[in-house]
């Protein structure tokens, strides 16, 4: 086995033994895709070099590799433990978009757990039962405050009967 199929091995065990993300040759990546391409090259040609065998167990020991290092990622992220110092640009990103997310759903989350939204009557409005929750409210007067569901102020407020406080 070659000296480079050493590497590759050597990093991917670091990975897996420790709970730690592990530093890894500056251009890693880079370095297997260009063996794999040299490689592949010299099996095109004629010259003995990469066999099918061989490139599928380098290819699973890459996928496993990026697979440890995503749950890892994931894990400090989400303990707010995460060495940025020890991410390729690749994983930089990855982490980008995993606060992109966390964001969406923590706005989704505060929108969805503040249901009543506080509004005041353009006019009287009889007693009614909400279509989403079964629910009686009213009646209200014009000018009158009231907290009711969202769902049920989308409505009013197409039909310009109350306007949004605050």
Partial sequence: ??????????????????SDLQDYPANFFEKVKKY??????????GI?????????????????LLLLRAQKIF????SNTLDVDKLNQEEISFVNLIKKEVEVEKFLKERK???LVLVR????????????????YGPFKKEELASLPRRV???????????VIG
């Fill in 36 to 45: 794999l391409e040299t490689r592949k090259e010299s099996v095109e040609t």
């Fill in 48 to 64: 003995k070099g990469l066999g099918e065998k061989e490139e599928r167990i380098i290819k699973e020991v890459l996928s496993n």
């Fill in 113 to 115: 757990e503040s249901k």
């Fill in 75 to 78: 894990n400090f992220f989400l």
């Fill in 121 to 136: 009557f353009k006019r009287d409005v009889p007693r009614f039962i909400s279509p989403y929750d079964l629910k009686a």
């Fill in 1 to 18: 086995m070659s000296q480079f199929l050493n590497e590759i091995f050597e990093v991917w065990r670091k990975e897996a033994l420790n």
């Fill in 153 to 163: 102020v989308e409505i009013f407020i197409e039909k310009k009967v109350v306007e």
